[in-house]
């Protein structure tokens, strides 16, 4: 990673450790216990404290969709993404450090494996009292159950797909099966639901590994393109995520050669026939989907693996994956409709102009899309991991003042002034952090009125999340914060000392000044 750069760039933790350390503080004595900030952070005029501002965390490339809470990239269509994740979404989203979703699909739909992308602290607070926690569930439909403790949830757009495989199946039905009239349709059902029964083991394959590899599983989602596994960190090494991405497919091939010898037990021609043969076929084409060379399926986290053992760098086979990925959109866009109109997928040529081509037109334009989103996605999650170690907690940290609960708000500003500081740490009378005062307060009060209004009156108590520790930097620090949303924090070090506070705000502009920059 280029961590050298000019203005805004983190400096050395020796440098900055030389210029933030400090004793205890004492009440009256800024000079002595307030923390220097960085370099390039100037003093508020006490009389015309900086506009606060807005503290809600950058968008997060990695799937959308009801996933309670945080942001995240897009899910692709049927197949499996294994990277973490940045995660939601329920977004932010999301969106919660970063997620890779791993999406398994139905026929004709992508297997993905993507990261969502870490989101600064969200959410303004405003007032007195604990912060929100974060919630338990992750959201994102209809909770089915826990397997392996990861929750499973069917999206509303599960029942819109299940009807369409209703439908359609129920019409090939009708040919082959005549006999069964109006109840076509409930073997049709039942057919929907064993595939995505099937689409579920995929997902689990991906689940179980990525727990067999220590990664955290925020939850696992059935939507309308198949399901999405949510895996929170990134895998260690190129032979875990080569793992990690082929266990899906893997899966999918061992269930089409279970559903082939259950085939050899039955009468064909037959509704289990059928239903069986169906099934085959349907995972059978899940697996040889995502295993085409491309992000964000599968088979491109297993190319961006391979890459990466052999160039010893993650973006190298990131970059790499993704551009075959959008080569694999575009040849998807053009050669579908084109065999399906020659008859080289099996079926019977079609004349150029039916409704039938039109439909094929379409299905190819969504599938296209999906894959070049998904790969557009892959490489931004993947620059913003490279630049994530640049968020450290002790650089972007604003030199504070500590001042006693009944301190008029002028006097405050003053001795932030005086000392240079940006921030003001309400205090006991044996110099213990009670409180950290709203920049967004300050901004409030009129300044005929400060010299009136005590800093105990917009200051907001301390929470344990909200006590930051000072060697937190990258995901670590943003997990931290997303857990506890607030717009300022109290930084400490190690020993329990003041350090100083910091922004929310603060954060996210170099969130997002890390995404801007190149790898």
Known sequence: MDESGGSGQPRSGTDEADEHRTGRPRPGDPATTTARPPSDQQPHDPGTPAAPEETTGPPHPEPTDDQGGEERTPAPPTGTSHHPAPAPADTPTDDHAAEQPHTTAQPHTTHRSEAHTPAPPGGKKSGKGPAPKRPKEPGGGILMGRPFGVPVYVAPSWFLVAALITWVFGGQLDRVLPELGMARYLVSLFFAVAFYASVLVHELAHTVAALRFKLPVRRIQLQFFGGVSEIEKESETPGREFVLAFVG???????????????????????????????????????????????????????????????????????????????????????????????????????????????????????????????????????????????????????????????????????????????????????????????????????????????????????????????????????????????????????????????????????????????
Not at 319 to 340: H, K, M, Y
Not at 451 to 465: C, E, I, K, N, R
């Open 249 to 519: 497919p893997l899966l999918s091939l061992v269930l089409g050669g279970v559903f082939y010898l259950a085939l050899q037990t039955v009468e064909p021609g037959t509704v289990p026939g059928v239903l069986l043969g169906g099934l085959m076929i349907s995972n059978l084409i899940v697996a040889a989907f995502n295993l085409l060379p491309g992000l964000p399926l599968d088979g491109g986290r297993m190319l961006r693996a391979v890459v990466w053992k052999i160039t010893g760098k993650p973006m190298s086979g990131t970059i790499a994956a993704a551009w075959v990925g959008r080569a694999l959109a575009i040849s998807v866009l053009i050669g579908l409709p084109l065999l399906t109109h020659s008859g080289g997928l099996g079926t019977d040529a079609q004349d150029i102009g039916g409704m039938d081509t039109v439909m094929d037109a379409l299905l190819a334009a969504i599938l296209a899309g999906i894959i070049w989103t998904g790969a557009g996605n892959s490489l931004r999650v993947a620059r913003l991991r490279e630049h994530l170690p640049e968020l450290r907690a002790r650089a972007l940290t604003r030199r504070a003042v500590p001042v006693e609960t009944h301190t008029p708000l002028s006097e405050a500003l003053r001795r932030a002034n005086e000392a240079g500081a940006r921030a003001l740490v309400v205090v006991d009378a044996d110099g213990d952090p009670l409180s950290l005062v709203r920049e967004a307060a300050i901004v409030g009060v009129p300044e005929h009125r400060r010299p009136w209004v005590a800093v105990s009156g917009l200051a907001q108590d301390l929470t344990d999340g909200m006590r930051v520790s000072a060697e937190l930097a990258g995901e670590d620090l943003l997990e931290v914060l997303r857990a506890t949303p607030a717009t300022e924090y109290l930084v400490v070090e190690d020993s329990g000392e003041i350090y100083g506070v910091l922004s929310a705000a603060d954060v996210e502009k170099a969130f997002v000044k890390a995404m801007a920059r190149p790898s």
